[in-house]
């Protein structure tokens, strides 16, 4: 009897504690079947989670300080519905993991999230494409793009609304890691402006990585992404276009055309994207590529947190995507992608 009083007086003072925070746990389950053939692979069918939505769980809480001011977390830890293994990365709340304090001045974030034009968790604000990052190597917009992704040692400011516009700023003083003196860290810096006035939603973003610290690259590498979606009530038309170079190692434009249709009681949605670029690390042989790709996908919405959806996408390189044997095995520069599925969202 006292082991029971003791129980549920633990759990009335955890309970209390648990609104005071306004915590909030959260998250996303996506199953689904998904055909695939790269140019010269073999046919795969897989069962596969987060075909159209990261599969993820999540905490996210705030604490209210006063006079406008307050303090707040996201803990975001992505995971392999098929197979119950973790997912973006080694380790515990990889998706996102970010501490902030907002008020009048704005919002300062400390953590790990995606970058500017990464696609990926709170802090971006890549627009135009409505594909966004989903469907993989034939659908998502960074596998065309640079995105840097997600991104360690991160420092993020957000401005406060100025008429339905913000500026946002982010640093990382180690993308993967912090641990050698500043000047043999691989940086992170990014700027960037993001809009909605009315039926417009756009965004213009810089971002620039050195090459410190890193054994892959040798030299920064530069991006200037701008996107815009357009709501005509009918459809939402969207565009976006990136302009990328590193000395040395490539320049590269990439620019994409979609839209989304309400029909059906769903939304229908259909796009393009391009790229061409120069790979200047090439000393003999073609060192031009391009590429392009044509998307089609559906979502149907069963209840206000449940949804079906379909995709089809096929991808086609032209020059070194299309003579160079690895590019032939790899969808992202030839083949395509069927997939369905399901996601449920808590």
Same mark, same amino acid.
């Given at each position: #009897?006292?082991?029971?009083?003791?129980?549920?007086? =633990?759990?009335?003072?955890?309970? =209390?504690?648990?609104?005071?925070?306004?915590?909030?746990?959260?998250? =996303?389950?996506?199953?689904?079947? =998904?055909?695939?053939?790269?140019?010269?692979?073999?046919?795969?069918?897989?069962?596969?989670?987060?075909?159209?939505?990261?599969? $993820?769980?999540?905490?996210?809480?705030?604490?209210?300080?006063?006079?406008?001011?307050?303090?707040?977390?996201?803990?975001?830890?992505?995971?392999?519905?098929? !197979?119950?293994?973790?997912?973006?990365?080694?380790? *515990?709340?990889?998706?996102?993991? $970010?501490?902030?304090?907002?008020?009048?001045?704005?919002?300062?974030?400390?953590?790990?999230?995606?970058?500017?034009?990464?696609?990926?968790?709170?802090?971006?604000?890549?627009?135009?494409?409505?594909?966004?990052?989903?469907?993989?190597?034939?659908?998502?917009?960074?596998?065309?793009?640079?995105?840097?992704? $997600?991104?360690?040692?991160?420092?993020?400011?957000?401005?406060?609304?100025?008429?339905?516009?913000?500026?946002?700023?982010?640093?990382?003083?180690? #993308?993967?890691?912090?641990?050698?003196?500043?000047?043999?860290?691989?940086?992170?810096?990014?700027?960037?402006?993001?809009?909605?006035?009315?039926?417009? !939603?756009?965004?213009?973003?810089?971002?620039?990585?050195?090459?410190?610290?890193? /054994?892959?690259?040798?030299?920064?590498?530069?991006?200037? *992404?701008?996107?815009?979606?357009?709501?005509?009530?009918?459809?939402?038309?969207?565009?976006?276009?990136?302009? /990328?170079?590193? %000395?040395?190692?490539?320049?590269?434009?990439?620019?994409?055309?979609?839209?989304?249709?309400?029909?059906?009681?769903? *939304?229908?949605?259909?796009?393009?994207?391009?790229?061409?670029?120069?790979?200047?690390?090439?000393?003999?042989?073609? !060192?031009?590529?391009?590429?392009? %790709?044509?998307?089609?996908?559906?979502?149907?919405?069963?209840?206000?947190?449940?949804?079906?959806?379909?995709?089809?996408?096929?991808?086609?390189?032209?020059?070194?995507?299309?003579?160079?044997?690895?590019?032939?095995?790899?969808?992202?520069?030839?083949?395509?992608?069927?997939?369905?599925?399901?996601?449920?969202?808590?």
């Amino acid at each position: #009897m006292k082991k029971s009083l003791i129980a549920l007086a =633990v759990l009335g003072a955890s309970s =209390v504690a648990f609104a005071a925070s306004n915590v909030t746990l959260y998250g =996303v389950l996506d199953g689904g079947v =998904v055909v695939s053939k790269a140019k010269k692979a073999d046919t795969k069918v897989q069962a596969k989670s987060s075909f159209d939505s990261g599969s $993820r769980w999540g905490l996210k809480g705030v604490e209210d300080l006063g006079n406008g001011y307050s303090v707040g977390f996201q803990l975001e830890q992505g995971y392999h519905l098929d !197979d119950g293994t973790t997912a973006n990365g080694t380790g *515990t709340f990889t998706r996102e993991s $970010r501490l902030f304090v907002q008020g009048g001045f704005g919002t300062l974030s400390f953590g790990r999230f995606g970058s500017l034009a990464s696609g990926a968790g709170t802090q971006t604000i890549l627009t135009g494409w409505q594909f966004g990052t989903s469907y993989e190597e034939t659908g998502s917009w960074t596998k065309y793009g640079k995105g840097n992704n $997600r991104i360690n040692n991160a420092i993020s400011y957000v401005s406060p609304a100025f008429g339905g516009t913000t500026l946002h700023a982010m640093y990382s003083n180690g #993308m993967s890691n912090d641990n050698a003196k500043w000047s043999g860290n691989h940086h992170y810096y990014g700027l960037g402006i993001k809009t909605t006035v009315g039926a417009l !939603d756009g965004s213009v973003i810089f971002e620039a990585t050195d090459a410190k610290g890193d /054994a892959e690259y040798t030299e920064p590498a530069y991006s200037i *992404t701008a996107g815009a979606n357009y709501n005509f009530g009918i459809a939402t038309v969207s565009g976006i276009y990136q302009y /990328a170079w590193s %000395s040395d190692e490539y320049k590269q434009n990439a620019f994409g055309l979609s839209t989304a249709i309400p029909a059906f009681g769903g *939304t229908a949605k259909l796009g393009t994207k391009f790229v061409f670029g120069k790979d200047e690390t090439k000393i003999s042989g073609e !060192d031009k590529y391009n590429g392009w %790709s044509i998307n089609a996908g559906y979502n149907y919405p069963l209840s206000k947190r449940t949804y079906a959806y379909g995709y089809a996408g096929y991808t086609h390189g032209g020059k070194l995507w299309k003579t160079h044997t690895a590019a032939e095995a790899d969808l992202v520069h030839n083949g395509y992608a069927i997939g369905m599925g399901l996601v449920h969202k808590f």
